[in-house]
């Protein structure tokens, strides 16, 4: 069995992505990775954060990088938010004396010390390279033949980059949907921009970036997209209907977490991987497997 | 005898923050901008403000409204030739924005990031739901019945909590010691 402290992050804990939490523990169990929540967690601050309060956020994280490095393993996360954070945070951490010392001393304050030592992964990257397609594969039960997928990385999984796949043609989760048993179409705009949290703020220009994504996807032949991120997941599931209204299109692709489709492929149960949390229903395109 | 040094320069200001020296670097060859998935809104390219900033033009950089358009996806980052932190820069433009004051007001992303990080940091967590009322109230709350149908989606499909996610009375004084003391330290420069 291989052990991970596990960071599920705020959407996937409480939030609108609780299914890819759900699913992620599901998984894991099945393939013998144990994930220990780390206790007491806070926000990661986000991308939001460290625009307003550079310092706060950092130490924000730093905090919860402090209290994982204390269990001594590494750090797991099913979103690619908090895994960017994270290691943008243990890169200056580890780069920037002056900065080491000014999150050290906030930390103090709190009675923790950070040595720059918790290596923070996203659980794409966990299950691709320390579990393996092979074993994956090996658990399949029900082959997700004829299933056309369309692999959605999105940003922040692959850039700017914490030696994890290739920044601007990733291969790791299509490679992983080929284990399934299923194909994944040729998608060009893969690791492109959903629009972030931009969506809240600046919708029209969020809805235009994730029609050329469904444009991209769908006529490849695409029947679903799989995401690896809670805020990519709900930029493309809420908001596909936002999408068809605005420029008059007819999108109608389920939108799951890749630890669903693993779980379906293992014949994992509907309940432990909530498929019915999904807002365009994934019943039509699934039946044949669930 | 005295040594005389001359005035912090507005590039002095951005090289102390990690990541910011490499904006020495730049070569002006426009590979961030072509990249830039929302370039084409921002009053300057992202290659404008780095010359921008390197030209000493402090109250135009801060007061733009082109880092409040950065989507955060790191696209220029990966591909500069010359291994500059575009992104990193715009969070910092953004940041040096905030405490100046000069956070751009045409648009409602500097409202959202900071109902965003006032909920972080009161609570430890972030409940979606309440950050999303608190942002719809000090933005623009005629806009909230538009989130009506979007809300309702979410919430059928037990995707919408009201309550948030609270951290232990201890972690929530650790936490909150943390960043008063980050608070009290100032900037990361």
Known sequence: MKHYTYFPGCSA??????????????????LDVDLAELEDWNCCGSTPSSSVDELGAHCMAARDLALAEKKGLDMVTPCSACYVIFNRTNTYFNGYPQFRAKVNEALAAGGLEYRGTLKVRHLLDVLTTDVGYDAIASRVKKPLSELKVAPYYGCQIVRPGFGFDHPESPQSLDKLIASLGSESVPFPLKARCCGGSLIISEEDLALGLIRKIFDSASSNGA???????????????????????????????????????????????????????GIVPAERVLAKYV | MEIKTRPKTFID????IPGGEGIRLCIQCGTCTASCPNADKMEYTPSQLIAMARAGMRQEVLSSNSMWYCLSCYLCTVRCPRGIKQTGLMHAFECLAERAGLSYAGSFTPTMYRSFNHFACALGSLPEFGFMAWYYMLSNPLRAWRMIPVAWNLFRRGRLSIRARRLTPEGTNQLRAILDKAESIGGVS
């Open chain 2, 13 to 16: 200001e951005i090289c102390a």
């Open chain 1, 13 to 30: 804990s409480e939030g609108g992505a609780k299914a890819y939490n759900w699913s992620a523990r599901a998984v894991c169990k099945a």
């Open chain 1, 223 to 277: 029947e679903c997209l799989v995401t690896v991120c809670p805020l990519c997941q709900t930029n493309l599931d809420a908001y596909q209907s936002r999408v068809n209204k605005k420029f008059k299109t007819d999108y109608q692709l389920p939108v799951l977490f890749f630890t669903q489709l693993i779980g379906i492929a293992f014949g994992l149960s509907e309940e432990d991987l909530g498929l019915k949390t």
